[in-house]
């Protein structure tokens, strides 16, 4: 019901920087209204479990994982329902997809209320030398 759109993963060498962006948009038009409450970025290597990067909520409090705590600086424009991710100082353990995800409530039809919990389709991230 809320569709997520990632954008800006690629092929960068250590220590270079990328910028994620992902936009939240109703995906039916009987959605009138999404407040979105949390956004974050995951990522998930292969063979490994999905594991949360960083998050920002409505009131602009972050959290970031300590492998990236002092390199990823996550932010949003509430008013486009977007979220970045800012990697700076890239690793070759960075070396991921990148999913973004979005928790909130949509109002469909005027009245009715729906928590929903959204998933971005994965951008992907190389850090080479």
């Known amino acids: 019901q809320v569709q997520l759109v990632e954008s800006g993963g690629g092929l960068v060498q250590i220590g270079g920087s990328l910028r994620l962006s992902c936009s939240a948009s109703?995906?039916?038009?009987?959605?009138?209204?999404?407040?979105?409450?949390?956004m974050g970025w995951y990522r998930q290597a292969p063979g490994k479990q999905r594991e949360l990067v960083a998050a920002i909520g409505s009131n602009g409090v972050t959290y970031y994982s300590d492998s990236v705590k002092g390199r990823f600086t996550i932010s949003r424009d509430s008013a486009k329902n977007t979220v970045y991710l800012q990697m700076n100082t890239l690793k070759p353990e960075d070396t991921a997809a990148y999913y973004c995800?979005?928790?909130?409530?949509?109002?469909?039809?005027?009245?009715?209320?729906?928590?929903?919990?959204?998933w971005g389709q994965g951008t992907q991230v190389i850090v080479s030398s």
């Open positions: 109703r995906r039916i038009l009987s959605i009138d209204a999404i407040s979105i409450n949390a």
């Open positions: 995800n979005a928790k909130g409530i949509l109002r469909a039809g005027g009245t009715s209320f729906t928590d929903f919990d959204s």
